[in-house]
C-alpha cells in the first residue's frame, strides 16, 4: 500500500546512524508521504549521521535532550509552528550508563541508574505530557515507544534497562488511557526482537541473546525494517482502535516456551 501517511507530520526521536530503527521508520514513514521534524540529544548529533537522513527525507533536525522539559517544550513549539498539530511521534531512545560502564546487575551504580530510567523511560512521559499540556496531536493521533522482551522476562546481561523498559510499557498503559479519553491519541509500545542497533549491540552477550531468538522463534528474529514497516501501520489510520498495548514484533518469541528444533540442539 502506497501513501499510508500523506499528509501527516511527526517528530522522530533516536535516529542516530542507519542501524537505526528510527532511521528506517523515517525513510518509510518519507516514503509513505509524511513529514517529519527529526531529534535528538546533541551529543548524538554529533557522533551520529543524522544529516545524511535529513538531506534524503527533506527534514529539519532539531537538537533535544528528551530529558529537559525546556528542550521539549521548544522542540514541540517549532514542530508546531512549522506544520501545525502533529499526528505522530516516535520515541526511540534508550541508554544505561551501567551497561555502558560495564556494571554487573549486582553491583550497580545508582546515580547512572537513575540516568538509565530518567532516559529510557520517563523521558517518554516528558515527551507525552509536553505533547499533552500544548495540545500539539491532533485527534486520532498515534504514539509510538520501542521496547524489548526483558520488560517481562529475565535476560541478564540487559542490566538495569529491564526496569526501564517495563516502566516505558507502563507509561504507555497509563498516559495511554489519560489521552485516549481527552484528545482521541493512542499510545503504544512494540516490542522487538534483539536488533543488530547500535544500543542493542552494547548489551553485554547481545550476539547470544540475538542466535537464541532466532532459533526459537518460528518466523526468526524480526528485521529492523520490519519493524519500521510495523510502525508506519501504526502511525497510519488503520490501527486507529489499537492503543494502551505492548504489541510483539518478534517473530513468535514471546509465545513460545520450547521447540522441538531447540531441543535437538
Known sequence: MNNLLKGKKGIIFGALDENSIAWK???????????????????????GKINELASSCNAEVIAADATSMEDLK???????????????????IGMSPNVRKNKEY????????????DISALSFHKVLQTAYQLDALNDWSSVLALTYIAAQRTFPGYNDMAEAKATLESIARSFGYHYG????????????????TT??????????FYDYADKLSPLGNASSEAC???????????????????LFHDGGFSSIGMTEAFMND
Open 106 to 117: 549486582t553491583d550497580l551504580n545508582y546515580d547512572f541508574f537513575l540516568k538509565t530510567l
Open 74 to 92: 521548544l522542540l514541540f513549539e517549532a514542530a508546531t509552528a512549522k506544520f501545525g498539530k502533529l499526528d505522530f511521534i516516535l520515541h526511540s
Open 25 to 47: 521508520v523515517a525513510l518509510k514513514a518519507k516514503e509513505q508521504g509524511a513529514e517529519f521534524i527529526l531529534s535528538n540529544a546533541p551529543v548524538a548529533l554529533r557522533l
Open 199 to 208: 544500543a542493542g549491540s552494547g548489551v553485554k552477550g547481545f550476539d547470544v
Open 228 to 246: 519500521a514497516d510495523y510502525c508506519i501501520a501504526m502511525f497510519s489510520d488503520l490501527t486507529k482502535m489499537v492503543t494502551m498495548q505492548n
Open 181 to 196: 479519553k481527552n484528545k482521541k491519541v493512542r499510545v503504544n509500545t512494540i516490542s522487538q526482537s534483539p536488533t543488530m
